[in-house]
Protein backbone atom coordinates (compact mmCIF):
# COMPACT_ATOMS: atom_id res chain seq x y z
CA UNK A 1 0.00 0.00 0.00
CA UNK A 2 1.93 3.22 -1.04
CA UNK A 3 2.00 6.20 1.56
CA UNK A 4 0.00 8.89 1.83
CA UNK A 5 1.30 12.18 1.73
CA UNK A 6 -0.33 15.43 2.70
CA UNK A 7 -0.07 18.84 0.89
CA UNK A 8 1.81 21.45 2.10
CA UNK A 9 1.28 25.32 1.39
CA UNK A 10 3.52 27.05 -1.31
CA UNK A 11 5.85 29.34 0.51
CA UNK A 12 5.89 31.25 -2.74
CA UNK A 13 2.58 31.96 -3.59
CA UNK A 14 0.07 30.52 -0.66
CA UNK A 15 -1.12 27.63 -3.25
CA UNK A 16 -1.48 24.27 -2.69
CA UNK A 17 2.24 22.03 -2.89
CA UNK A 18 1.48 18.60 -3.92
CA UNK A 19 4.01 15.71 -2.86
CA UNK A 20 5.96 14.33 -6.02
CA UNK A 21 8.41 11.78 -5.04
CA UNK A 22 11.12 11.03 -2.56
CA UNK A 23 15.19 12.31 -3.64
CA UNK A 24 17.95 11.09 -3.23
CA UNK A 25 20.62 13.33 -1.75
CA UNK A 26 22.90 10.70 -0.32
CA UNK A 27 26.00 12.70 0.12
CA UNK A 28 25.12 16.04 -0.46
CA UNK A 29 25.04 18.68 1.61
CA UNK A 30 21.69 21.38 1.89
CA UNK A 31 22.36 23.53 4.05
CA UNK A 32 24.82 22.33 6.17
CA UNK A 33 22.88 18.85 7.26
CA UNK A 34 23.67 16.00 5.44
CA UNK A 35 19.95 14.14 4.52
CA UNK A 36 19.70 10.38 2.76
CA UNK A 37 16.57 11.13 1.20
CA UNK A 38 14.12 14.39 1.20
CA UNK A 39 10.36 14.58 0.22
CA UNK A 40 9.67 16.48 -3.14
CA UNK A 41 6.60 18.94 -3.40
CA UNK A 42 5.26 20.86 -6.52
CA UNK A 43 3.02 23.79 -6.15
CA UNK A 44 -0.02 23.14 -8.74
CA UNK A 45 -0.28 26.93 -9.36
CA UNK A 46 3.29 28.71 -9.75
CA UNK A 47 5.04 25.34 -10.23
CA UNK A 48 7.64 26.33 -7.40
CA UNK A 49 9.50 23.45 -6.11
CA UNK A 50 10.42 22.77 -2.33
CA UNK A 51 12.18 20.11 -0.27
CA UNK A 52 11.41 18.54 2.64
CA UNK A 53 12.60 16.34 5.45
CA UNK A 54 10.95 13.57 5.29
CA UNK A 55 8.50 12.20 8.02
CA UNK A 56 9.94 8.59 8.38
CA UNK A 57 13.46 10.49 8.60
CA UNK A 58 12.26 13.09 11.32
CA UNK A 59 10.74 10.32 13.86
CA UNK A 60 14.14 8.57 13.30
CA UNK A 61 16.02 11.26 14.38
CA UNK A 62 13.90 12.22 17.05
CA UNK A 63 14.45 8.66 18.95
CA UNK A 64 18.03 9.06 18.37
CA UNK A 65 17.67 12.00 20.54
CA UNK A 66 15.64 10.07 23.05
CA UNK A 67 17.89 7.36 23.04
CA UNK A 68 20.93 9.54 23.22
CA UNK A 69 19.69 11.38 26.38
CA UNK A 70 18.57 8.50 28.36
CA UNK A 71 22.18 6.90 27.99
CA UNK A 72 24.02 10.27 29.40
CA UNK A 73 20.88 9.79 32.31
CA UNK A 74 22.92 6.47 33.32
CA UNK A 75 25.07 6.49 36.43
CA UNK A 76 28.89 6.02 35.57
CA UNK A 77 31.06 3.33 36.80
CA UNK A 78 35.05 3.65 37.54
CA UNK A 79 36.55 0.17 37.23
CA UNK A 80 38.64 0.21 40.50
CA UNK A 81 41.61 -1.75 38.41
CA UNK A 82 42.30 0.46 35.35
CA UNK A 83 40.30 4.04 36.75
CA UNK A 84 38.69 3.89 33.38
CA UNK A 85 35.24 5.84 33.59
CA UNK A 86 32.29 4.57 31.67
CA UNK A 87 28.27 3.51 31.21
CA UNK A 88 28.78 -0.58 31.89
CA UNK A 89 28.85 -2.20 35.51
CA UNK A 90 31.71 -4.36 34.14
CA UNK A 91 35.02 -2.46 32.67
CA UNK A 92 35.10 -3.70 28.65
CA UNK A 93 38.59 -3.44 28.95
CA UNK A 94 39.52 -5.58 32.07
CA UNK A 95 36.41 -7.24 32.97
CA UNK A 96 36.33 -5.90 36.25
CA UNK A 97 33.42 -5.20 38.24
CA UNK A 98 32.92 -1.29 38.68
CA UNK A 99 31.95 0.70 41.57
CA UNK A 100 29.49 3.87 41.10
CA UNK A 101 30.56 7.50 40.65
CA UNK A 102 29.04 9.87 43.16
CA UNK A 103 29.80 13.48 42.03
CA UNK A 104 33.51 14.59 41.97
CA UNK A 105 35.14 16.21 45.04
CA UNK A 106 37.84 18.50 45.13
CA UNK A 107 40.08 16.81 47.91
CA UNK A 108 39.23 13.29 46.36
CA UNK A 109 42.30 11.48 45.13
CA UNK A 110 43.17 9.94 41.63
CA UNK A 111 41.99 6.84 40.93
CA UNK A 112 44.21 4.21 41.18
CA UNK A 113 46.10 3.83 38.01
CA UNK A 114 45.93 7.40 37.35
CA UNK A 115 48.88 9.77 38.17
CA UNK A 116 48.29 12.63 40.43
CA UNK A 117 47.90 15.31 38.53
CA UNK A 118 50.89 18.46 39.12
CA UNK A 119 49.90 22.38 39.25
CA UNK A 120 51.57 24.41 36.59
CA UNK A 121 53.95 26.87 38.54
CA UNK A 122 54.94 30.32 36.95
CA UNK A 123 58.57 30.81 36.19
CA UNK A 124 61.30 29.98 39.13
CA UNK A 125 58.35 28.17 41.20
CA UNK A 126 56.30 30.74 41.67
CA UNK A 127 52.77 31.34 42.58
CA UNK A 128 50.44 28.84 40.64
CA UNK A 129 49.01 29.50 37.34
CA UNK A 130 45.95 30.39 36.30
CA UNK A 131 43.61 28.20 35.03
CA UNK A 132 43.28 29.98 31.49
CA UNK A 133 47.32 29.93 31.26
CA UNK A 134 47.35 25.57 32.30
Not at 25 to 49: E, F, M, N, P, T
Request: charged share 30%.
Amino acid sequence: MPEQHESKKCLACGGEALYIQDVDLVDKRVLGVQWCQAALYRCASCGHIELYQRQEDREWQERLERQYQEYQALPDYRCPLCGRVGKNQTCPHCAMLCTPVGPKREDEPPPPGQPEKKKKRGLFGGKDKPDWER
